[in-house]
């Protein structure tokens, strides 16, 4: 990794993921919206309406986290935005291992498995100047930077 980095941020997910997300929640939508008049919902104890609205909300905190969730790399830290922040002091990194498949990075996210004394952490990006730090922390190999925008970008 680079003396010179402060600190650089990008999105975790890339384009791609985000539209086919975003499609699959005006599908989700749609067929809630076809789907409820049909039911008679008047019949139910409020333990049932407990078990539909809880998966329902998580599945739209997990679109908000594919949409806003940000990757930071600094020269200490690892950071990577969503409800719960994931934070590692790089010096506390005991075992990294990046995980990317080249040809696939529009719908695969490259991800950077890391194992610290507090667990075993996973950090996604679809940054390419935060994926070629990475491949520096994991390889310890520089390549060129060529280009810093994101996968699938439009």
Known sequence: M???????SGPSFPKTIQWLATLFMLVFIYLVIT???????????????VGIALPIAIFFFGYGYILKSKTTLTNEKIIQSWIFTKEVDLKDITQIKLIQLHSL??????????RT????????????????????????????????SSFGAS
């Open 2 to 8: 680079s003396d010179s980095l402060e600190s650089i």
């Open 105 to 114: 990075n529009w719908i695969i996210v490259p991800r950077l498995m890391v």
């Open 117 to 148: 004394h507090r667990g075993l952490f996973v950090f996604q990006t679809a940054d390419l100047m935060i994926l070629e730090n990475f491949r520096q922390l994991a390889y310890g190999i520089k390549t060129p930077k060529e280009n810093t």
């Open 35 to 49: 789907i409820i008049p049909t039911l008679s919902l008047i019949d139910y104890p409020w333990a049932v309406y």
